[in-house]
T-cell receptor, first 113, second 113 residues
């Protein structure tokens, strides 16, 4: 059974650009959550999607957005990139509406220069 | 409110037991998790405990939960050099039906020969 797949693994972008990250959850899982990890702020919740609907959102500016497709794959988009957006972005996959088991992907390392 | 705290560092000798502690504030937490993160990698789910349990054992790992004091601990028996990593505790509390994990700051475990 394949795990959570995040692509790409590494990205370098310039300030002001926009970026799209992708997450394919474990087969059969319908909940996908996104987290940002930085040395200063630690792991912070971005948002969660379940059956193509955003159910929960963290305290991030509107530049951060996401969506989920009918096959449960999710994308996250960051527009007008800032240096402070440099981080490891992690995606978590859960079977259902309760987070009994949340499995994480390897993450996408985004560097903004 | 949600706040999860951990000590930042722990150093043990190979073969000894390690105990990593965590305190949380949200009394409505239903599940509490331990994740392991190795350098450059994502989060690996080690174990989790439901809030109505006091203890859970899984091979070398023992999780203790004191719900009254909102204290969670992870004991690793016979600690090996491969256990060197950052360990995160996380709590899940239902927030309008969505999935959201609140993470601690992480404890860096160093295993010395």
């Amino acid at each position: 059974k394949a795990g959570v797949t995040q692509t790409p693994r590494y990205l370098i972008k310039t300030r002001g650009q926009q970026v799209t990250l992708s997450c394919s959850p474990i087969s059969g899982h319908r909940s996908v959550s996104w987290y940002q990890q930085t040395p200063g702020q630690g792991l912070q919740f971005l948002f969660e999607y379940f059956s193509e609907t955003q159910r929960n959102k963290g305290n991030f500016p509107g530049r951060f957005s996401g969506r989920q497709f009918s096959n449960s794959r999710s994308e996250m988009n960051v527009s007008t990139l800032e240096l402070g957006d440099s981080a490891l972005y992690l995606c978590a996959s859960s079977p259902d509406s309760w987070n009994t088991e949340a499995f994480f992907g390897q993450g996408t390392r985004l560097t903004v220069v | 409110g949600e706040d999860v705290e951990q000590s930042l560092f722990l150093s043990v000798r190979e073969g000894d037991s390690s105990v990593i502690n965590c305190t949380y504030t949200d009394s409505s937490s239903t599940y509490l998790y331990w994740y392991k993160q190795e350098p450059g990698a994502g989060l690996q789910l080690l174990t989790y405990i439901f809030s109505n349990m006091d203890m859970k054992q899984d091979q070398r790992l023992t999780v203790l939960l004191n719900k009254k004091d909102k204290h969670l601990s992870l004991r690793i028996a016979d600690t090996q050099t491969g256990d060197s990593a950052i360990y995160f505790c996380a709590e899940f509390a239902p927030t309008g039906g969505g999935n959201k994990l609140t993470f601690g700051t992480g404890t860096q475990l160093k295993v010395e020969l």
